[in-house]
């Protein structure tokens, strides 16, 4: 038996030096799939797989059925390993099949910056405002940093500045600012000025999701897909947002793209199915195309895998947008309930409540009984 682990192990050292590095981590599931797996399976084949941890018992369980030898009492312990080494990710291809530019920053030492706020009146023969400090404040002024301003009684327009001078005292500190344009003695102006918090490992605004109390980013992994991670932040600046935990120096985050991702990896987990080469086949299609803001029509094609027509299923299409707090806007999820009409076509009204990316999950069940989904995305116009 210990010459069969040994070989089992030198099996899979051989196969990730010929095909590149495996993303499979030490653990103590994996002697279970040297031992069970790859007696099938190709290694490149299992690591293209993913799924949550109900979802690789539903493919371990078939497997078994199929003829593996693993012990149904060491299923948990297997699946539990490859939902953390494979969980549900968002591949390149779903973006490539998208309208959606996504692009990625590192996770760096930067420095951060924030916004100190206050108020003053401006002397007109110089254009400099006084502006009062609270304590904690005073001490992170500092001449020559940038400054805008708005006048109190219209804050259409913005002033540019900078400090020219800081005075502290016992109840905080004044900051003299400059602003470029000629304003009337007395005028009041709402001041902010940028201040230098430090140089800290920290992300772009934009990479962070928040999520009741937690706060995710999406890690680009070597193999280019997608993976949630929950963070735990300090600062939060004006461009980037200190990172206290979670991530380290060079890993790479989605910014621009993230809610599209947070929600193609949401629909991914919420799927009952777990996908295979026995899945059903469903084609989807909506008119008009591309969809338009309101009512449409959609169409849902079911087969089974041989090409025969699903006819006693129950089709139900999900509308998803994933939620976008710097808009005040909460995530959005419709479900419609589509008609057989004969052959295997499902068809139906739903509705678009806005225009912008939508993702679309198709489910199909019987008796109750999740038995194949599939996603498709689109833009709403």
């Known amino acids: 038996m210990l010459g069969r682990s040994l070989f089992l192990a030198v099996a899979v050292m051989t196969a990730t030096s010929a095909y590149g590095q ?20 190709e290694l490149q084949w ?21 003829g593996s030898d693993l012990p149904p009492d060491r299923i948990g312990e297997l699946a539990a390993y490859l939902a953390h080494a494979l969980p549900p990710r968002v591949s390149n291809q779903t973006l490539a099949q998208s309208t959606i530019n996504v692009t990625v920053s590192d996770a760096s ?33 500092k001449p020559g940093q940038r400054v805008r301003a708005f006048r109190i009684e219209s804050r259409s327009s913005m002033y540019q500045g900078q400090v020219v001078a ?11 600012v400059r602003l ?15 201040a230098d918090r430090g140089q800290y490992l920290s992300v772009p605004n934009e990479a962070i999701i928040e ?12 193999s280019g897909d997608y993976v949630p991670r929950e963070i735990q932040s300090g600062i939060k600046g004006e461009l980037f947002v200190q990172v206290t935990g979670g991530l380290m120096e060079g890993e790479r985050v989605v910014t621009f793209g993230s809610f599209f991702i947070d929600a193609a990896f949401k629909m991914k987990s919420t799927s009952s199915l777990a996908a295979g080469d026995d899945s059903l086949q469903i084609e989807y299609r909506g008119s008009p195309s591309p969809p338009r803001e309101g009512s449409n029509d959609a169409e849902v094609t079911v087969k089974q895998p041989d090409g025969k027509p699903v006819t006693n299923g129950t089709v139900i299409v999900t509308h998803y947008m994933a939620a976008m707090p710097s808009m005040n806007m909460p995530e959005m999820r419709s479900a419609f309930t589509l008609e057989h009409e004969g052959k295997g076509r499902y068809a139906g009204q739903t509705r678009f409540s806005m225009g912008g990316t939508w993702l679309i999950t198709v489910t199909v069940s019987q008796n109750g009984q999740a038995i194949g989904d599939k996603e498709f995305t689109v833009v709403a116009k």
Do not use: F
């Open 109 to 141: 030492i930067r420095p951060v910056q924030t916004w100190v706020r206050g108020a003053g009146t401006i002397k007109a023969d110089n254009n400099d405002v006084l502006v009062k400090l609270r304590p904690s404040d005073a001490a992170l002024v």
């Open 180 to 194: 470029r344009s000629k304003s009337s003695d007395g005028d009041r102006y709402l001041v902010e000025i940028l």
């Open 22 to 41: 495996s993303v499979l981590p030490d653990g103590p599931g994996k002697l279970l799939l040297q031992q069970h797996c790859l007696k099938c399976h």
């Open 211 to 222: 999520e009741q109390e937690r706060q995710l980013v999406y890690v680009q992994r070597r």
């Open 46 to 66: 299992i690591e293209q797989a993913e799924g949550s941890e109900a979802t690789w018992v539903t493919k371990i369980r078939r497997m078994i059925r199929r």
């Open 166 to 176: 800081v005075t502290e005292d016992t109840v905080g500190g004044t900051a003299i």
